[in-house]
């Protein structure tokens, strides 16, 4: 029980996404709901949406996911798959991409993201602009949340996404 209270108090921020008429609404999502990717897909078919709804969590400093939830589709996007080693909602992302847990890292070279860099293309952030902003995460040591604030901008969210996680603009 302390391991999963661990993993929650992890949680740096989790927000729902949708379009509601053909605008964004932004909601924060409870930090209990990350336990694992089938908990949170659970959570985001609550909410409306143009396109399905999305989550956007960030953990640790570390690493984020998103996860997509359109009718019974769900489409997830980890950025580092050595977080499966320690963290079970990174565990259970590559368990739904079908993807085995990394060996033993032991360097950070050995980041690479796993899943669907096409997850936004049609509120247009291209899978090749994903990869590169997520390479540029490493490459310049961003943290996630400035990484997630970037793709939301991307996908017209930008104001909305750091109003409903506390960043201050760019």
Do not use: K, N
Request: one cysteine or more; a negative charge; proline letters at 4%.
């Amino acid at each position: 029980m302390s391991d999963q209270l661990e993993q929650i108090e992890g949680v740096d921020f989790a927000v729902a996404m949708y379009r509601e008429d053909g605008a964004w609404v932004v909601r924060e999502l409870a930090h209990d709901l990350l336990t694992d990717v089938e908990t949170l897909t659970h959570a985001l078919h609550r909410f409306p949406g143009d396109g399905g709804a999305i989550a956007m969590a960030a953990i640790d400093e570390d690493f984020f996911v998103i996860v997509r939830v359109t009718g019974a589709a769900t489409r997830v996007l980890l950025s580092d798959v050595t977080a499966a080693d320690e963290w079970e909602l990174a565990a259970s992302a590559l368990d739904v991409l079908g993807l085995p847990l990394p060996e033993e890292v032991e360097e950070e070279e050995d980041a690479d993201p796993a899943g669907d860099l096409g997850i936004l293309a049609d509120f247009g952030m291209s899978a090749v602009d994903m990869g590169i902003l997520i390479d540029d995460m490493f490459e310049e040591d961003l943290y996630p949340d400035e990484t997630l604030s970037e793709i939301a901008r991307a996908i017209g969210c930008g104001e909305a996404f750091d109003d409903a996680v506390g960043l201050m603009p760019a």
